[in-house]
């Protein structure tokens, strides 16, 4: 049913059309007079407030070392800048480069200068000949053609640069490369971000004369920037990281995220380690004012927008004085070995130095030999994983404890195996001992037996060997409650949680047990250690440990704005009195005779404790030809005093050797552990309450 | 000839082609804006995805013509109580309601977000439409009383969503209801003494708060408005040069981009002046900087042919339903238009409703189309007789 109209609906329907007239002519008639009547006043305007808000940098945040030692400071440095609007024309560029070229150096200016710059120059300075170069006919042709105009200009464009000659270019003269030059630094980048014009080598001079003459050259304006200046050089270099340079600007990939939070395309941003990991916390928010213009483009005042907040400083758990003696202690150690000419694949070491309390790492060093060179690889102690031998033996014993293979005071019987064919013993037959003389004199056979245990297989000699599959994942289970095989929740990105071997036969279990399989970082077997060393806590390592507000006056340390708390990852579920045997064992490798360290740590009045390691390894390293050859690694893990640990250590020396003995690895022990107890006694002497490892505010 | 004429196509060509030069205009404009937006969204294609959205309106037009309009008169109320439903959910928070800038007035949906009130707008219209029908067949003959009754009627379906939208709060959608009511109200056929005296009593009501507010100050603040921020849109409209608020910010900005415009504007391409919201809102401002007088004339031009195309389908009709429901879509439009364009240019104070048609959005360009195809879904069963009899 369709319902009828009555006739006042039209009558209606017209007074609302004629309410719909009123309104639009309203609209066109207010549009014409701000339009017609005003528009010449808001155009005026327009191109008088071109208000330009220029960002100023502020100085990105220092990092400190635990005593507050400046590790990562800034260097101020003058810079000139320019920026060009979305409708800046080459020929304004070109006016202000010329005058810039008066006031300012550009040194080496050929060199920066490419043909094709020169050729973009040649074409604005001799517009006529430009327009020689592409004749009247062939423009013509080309808009025959069906070009559009654009199309066109870009095309003869292309023809002019191809048709300038030598001879043309020659008339350029040497003064203008300088102007060419910073044309070229003028227009790179994109519109409305500051360019840097020059940065390096900015005399006061030329800032002062920059500055005096801003009102007469658009867009360019002086600002302070900060370099970022690694106190130490290279040491912790790897760890500490590194920022990107002007022109390479936030990282591509991350660009969005980077715009999201309001930077410039050509800021510089943390790109590896702490410098990244921390970018949210040094990166500071820039300074933003707005230079206020009259009617002739004269910069009247400046109004601040907003004042800008230098980055905030980060206080590392790390001792720098350490850290820098355990670097060179590597870099000797290293040499040493290498000098007896039997190391040829020995190229790299790592330390790791922490409490085991807290998980604050004290150092964290690791060294690569390149061409006779040695580069900062302090990041290898997260990012690279090796085979690290008998010091995983602890954790074999403890999964023996825990699986119930084993018991306190367990003998067995260390002999030569025979899985069919295959021989696999110990260094030395020890007879029937314990698993205290089994951590003291490093027992394989001690840890195979377990091993099959755990799998549930019975050993006959000459007889293959059966083992449940499941026992590498129960080892493996209990191996990750220390963090082995696991991340071990460093602050750092891209850290590797090491390699798992695939295959399950069972010998490879054996080898699990004894630490020929899997692979570990050097900071997994830190904090393996630590574990041990802190009765079962297994600590998160800890990098940094304030962030705090920069420094007033750049001596005194700011205020905390955040304290970083010791994490506890996971406590090991094991009994204290197992973890107790273990430490006993480890106790007497350093502490006993006959113990595997023992000539290296018996007069070490710190009374240390721990486990070496010797790895069969495959060489993995850069020499291409020598890859999967056979060798050795080295490693020790420990902690001192052995009663109460205060420092506990890892030291890891891949492809040490090629089987003839070298004690490289105890030697670094040793070294650091009297190291960071000398540097302990001189901290005590000097200023008692320094050596708490706090900064005092 | 009667017969050529009674098989002629339905659809509305006139209409369709406007929609299509809109179209056009909207993905010139979306496209020229995108250089000045902020730098996170210069990767996005503002201007193809709003094509896009033409494309998926398209569709929304062919799937409102199908069914005859008679069959949403029939569930005029449904929708009503689902559109209410909709709003009462971003009142109590419910998840997946969207909060941005303080409103809450969205959903979170997978193609993007979703503001419930736009689809709210089109069912008002649906319902009035039926209350004013309904009311009309019921009481041939009104007396004053039975206009009074209808007016009761239409305030008691407009005053629950209107409640909701301001609480969001969104003073620019409220006002679109307003502008919707008035609208339906102006052509139900209401006596003209009682539309004088409710025009009346609005101007008067208006007056004594603008009193009140210069000479009772203090009461003003304490009962009418408390938030400076509230006063702050119209400080901004009326004298954005000494209020340097937001919205007087956007004002100058968006008075010195059309104002530069001048008579032939300064060519597609030559933006110079930053407007915030540039591919939304202002994007008039985009328009007229570009294209001068001249060109945001012929724009506005285009609305009004399509206002006019509205009001002529709503003439044509002879079902009493389908002229109401052409009339509160061009009154919908009309509103939105006036007050969009009106705020680049200081007509009105700022709000933050889009252009229809024009500005970048996928939900509200679905309402229009939405609106759209009601209006030809009107004009397509309408029977056309030589001899049309009037009652």
């Keep these: ?697 | 000839m009667d017969h050529d004429r009674l098989s002629r196509s339905k659809l509305d060509y006139h209409l369709l082609f406007l929609l299509f030069l809109l179209a056009i205009v909207s993905a010139i404009a979306i496209h020229s804006a995108e250089p000045m937006l902020p730098e996170k969204l210069q990767n996005v294609n503002f201007a193809s995805k709003q094509l896009q959205w033409y494309a998926i309106g398209a569709v929304v037009i062919a799937l409102t013509m199908i069914i005859d309009y008679d069959r949403l008169f029939q569930i005029a109320w449904y929708l009503y109580g689902f559109g209410m439903l909709l709003l009462l959910g971003l009142e109590l928070n419910v998840p997946g309601s969207v909060t941005i800038k303080g409103a809450t007035s969205w959903y979170r949906l997978p193609g993007g977000n979703f503001q419930p009130s736009e689809l709210m707008k089109i069912f008002m219209i649906i319902v009035l439409g039926r209350i004013i029908v309904n009311h009309r067949e019921k009481y041939p003959e009104p007396t004053i009383k039975d206009d009074f009754k209808l007016l009761g009627k239409i305030a008691a379906a407009v005053l629950p969503p209107l409640f909701l939208l301001a609480k969001q709060p969104d003073m620019g959608m409220s006002m679109v209801f307003l502008a919707i009511t008035s609208t339906l109200v102006l052509v139900s056929g209401i006596r003209w003494r009682i539309i004088f005296g409710i025009v009346f009593s609005g101007v008067a009501v208006v007056a004594s708060v603008v009193f009140i507010y210069f000479y009772f100050p203090d009461f003003f603040h304490r009962y009418i408005i408390e938030e400076d921020y509230q006063l702050n849109r119209f400080y901004g409209w009326l004298a954005p040069y000494e209020y340097s608020t937001d919205q007087g910010f956007q004002l100058i900005r968006s008075l010195m981009a059309i104002g530069s415009g001048e008579l032939y504007g300064k060519g597609l391409g030559h933006l110079q002046v930053y407007l915030p919201e540039a591919h939304t809102d202002f994007i008039f401002g985009v328009i007229a900087e570009q294209f001068g007088f001249v060109g945001s004339s012929i724009v506005i031009s285009l609305f009004f042919l399509l206002i006019y195309r509205f009001v002529h389908i709503a003439l044509e009709s002879n079902d009493l339903y389908g002229s109401y429901l052409c009339a509160g879509v061009a009154g919908m439009i009309t509103f939105q238009v006036f007050q969009n364009i009106g705020m680049t240019i200081g007509l009105l104070p700022i709000t933050g409703l889009p252009l229809p048609f024009i500005s970048y959005g996928g939900s509200s360009l679905a309402t229009y189309m939405l609106a759209i195809g009601l209006v030809l879904n009107v004009h397509s069963r309408t029977k056309k007789f030589m001899f049309a009899s009037e009652e």
């Design chain 1, 1 to 697: 049913m369709k319902r009828k109209k009555r006739a006042q609906v039209p009558i209606r329907l017209n007074v609302l059309f004629f309410f719909v007239f009123l309104l639009f002519s309203a609209l066109i008639l207010r549009l014409g007079v701000v339009q017609i009547v005003y528009g010449e006043d808001y155009r005026r305007e327009v191109e008088r407030t071109q208000d330009e808000v220029v960002s100023t940098p502020v100085p990105r945040g220092k990092i400190y070392d635990r005593f507050g030692q400046v590790i990562v400071d800034n260097t101020p440095q003058k810079a000139i800048t320019y920026t060009r609007s979305k409708t800046t024309q080459p020929e304004e560029i070109l006016a202000v480069a010329r005058k810039l070229a008066r006031y300012i150096d550009i040194p080496d200016a050929e060199k920066k200068v490419t043909e094709r710059d020169m050729k973009d120059y040649w074409i604005l300075t001799h517009p006529k000949e430009a327009k020689q170069k592409v004749n009247e006919q062939e423009r013509k042709k080309l808009a025959d053609q069906g070009w559009t105009q654009k199309e066109i200009d870009k095309k003869v464009y292309e023809w002019t640069l191809e048709r300038i000659t030598k001879q043309d270019l020659a008339q350029i003269s040497k003064s203008e490369l300088e102007v060419i030059a910073i044309m070229h630094e003028m227009q790179s980048g994109y519109a409305l971000t500051p360019q840097t014009v020059k940065s390096k080598g900015v005399t006061d001079r030329e800032y002062a004369v920059v500055s005096e003459h801003l009102s007469e050259l658009p867009g360019v304006n002086t600002t302070v920037d900060w370099d970022r200046k690694y106190v130490y050089d290279k040491t912790f270099r790897s760890v500490l990281g590194s920022v990107t340079e002007e022109d390479e600007g936030v990282p591509r990939e991350r660009l969005d995220y980077f715009l999201a939070r309001d930077y410039s395309r050509n800021d510089r941003v943390g790109k590896s380690y702490l410098e990244m990991q921390y970018e949210e916390v040094l990166h500071g928010k820039k300074a933003k004012m707005k230079n206020v213009v009259d009617k002739s483009g004269n910069v009247v005042s400046v109004e601040p927008l907003y004042p800008g907040e230098p980055g905030k400083d980060l206080v590392l758990t790390i001792d720098a004085e350490l850290q820098q003696q355990v670097e060179q202690i590597i870099e000797q150690e290293i040499l040493a070995t290498k000098r007896k000419g039997r190391s040829p694949l020995l190229d790299r070491a790592f330390v790791v130095m922490m409490n085991p309390k807290t998980g604050e790492v004290l150092a964290m060093a690791g060294k690569l030999l390149q061409d006779g060179k040695f580069v900062d690889f302090a990041i290898g102690n997260i990012t690279s994983a090796y085979a690290m031998g008998s010091a995983v033996k602890g954790a074999t014993v403890l999964t023996g404890f825990q699986t119930g293979v084993l018991h306190p005071n367990t003998y067995i019987k260390d002999e030569p195996l025979y899985i069919k064919d295959l021989e696999k013993k110990s260094w030395k037959t020890m007879g029937t001992i314990n698993e205290l003389t089994a951590l003291k004199q490093s027992s394989n056979v001690y840890m195979f037996k377990t091993a099959i245990a755990i799998g549930g297989g019975v050993y006959r000699p000459h007889q293959p060997l059966h083992l449940n599959p499941a026992a590498f994942t129960t080892m493996r289970h209990y191996f990750s409650q220390f963090g082995l095989g696991v991340k071990t929740g460093i602050d750092l990105p891209n850290e590797l949680s090491g390699f798992q071997g695939q295959s399950k036969l069972p010998g490879f279990l054996l080898d699990l047990a004894i630490g020929q399989y899997d692979m570990y970082t050097p900071m997994q077997m830190a904090q393996y250690v630590s574990t041990i060393a802190n009765g079962g806590y297994r600590m998160k390592p800890l990098l940094v440990k304030e962030i705090r507000e920069p420094s007033a006056d750049g001596k005194e340390p700011g205020r905390v704005i955040k304290e970083f708390e010791p994490v506890v990852l996971n406590r090991v579920d094991m009994k204290t009195e197992y973890i107790e045997r273990v430490r006993e064992g480890f106790r007497r490798v350093m502490q006993e005779p006959g113990g595997t360290a023992y000539s290296y740590f018996a007069n070490a009045p710190y009374k240390p404790a721990g486990k070496t390691g010797t790895a069969e390894a495959f060489y993995d390293g850069p020499i291409q030809s020598r890859r999967q050859a056979s060798t050795y690694n080295l490693t020790l893990v420990g902690y001192a005093p052995y009663n109460n640990p205060e420092v506990s250590f890892a030291v890891v020396v891949p492809w040490a050797t090629q089987g003839n003995s070298d004690g490289i690895n105890n030697r670094i022990g040793r070294r650091i552990l009297d190291a960071y107890f000398e540097l302990k006694m001189k901290r005590t002497a000097a200023q008692p309450d320094e050596a708490t490892g706090t900064v005092q505010p």
